[in-house]
Structures are given as structure tokens and as C-alpha cells.
């Protein structure tokens, strides 16, 4: 999206960049595997993006 920062609170914008970041390099069903692995697997979307950060 354009101009997310302007939608976005600014630490939620760094995980979802931190997020896309992640999954640069994965083809589009590896990606939704991983988030789906990754979204079951914690409690909520704090876990989540921390799990994220340290590198899934």
C-alpha cells in the first residue's frame, strides 16, 4: 500500500515490514505456510511478530 506509514501506527508498521521481510525470498505457498505454521504456534500477534524478529 501506498503511504502505509500514514494508516499504520509506526510500531505496527515495523512488523509488518519486519514480516515482509521474512518472507522475501519464499514463493507465495511457502510464505502462507509459514505464517499459518507460525500463527498457530503463538498465542497472539505480540508472540507472532516477536517470533518473527528473532527469525521465525
Known sequence: ???EELLLQPE???KTRILRQ?????D???AMEMV???MK???N???FFDMM???G
Open 1 to 3: 500500500t501506498r503511504r
Open 12 to 14: 505496527i508498521l515495523q
Open 28 to 30: 507465495e505457498i511457502e
Open 22 to 26: 521474512f518472507m522475501y525470498n519464499m
Open 53 to 55: 524478529r528473532r527469525g
Open 36 to 38: 499459518l505454521k507460525s
Open 45 to 47: 500477534n505480540s508472540e
Open 41 to 43: 504456534s503463538t498465542k
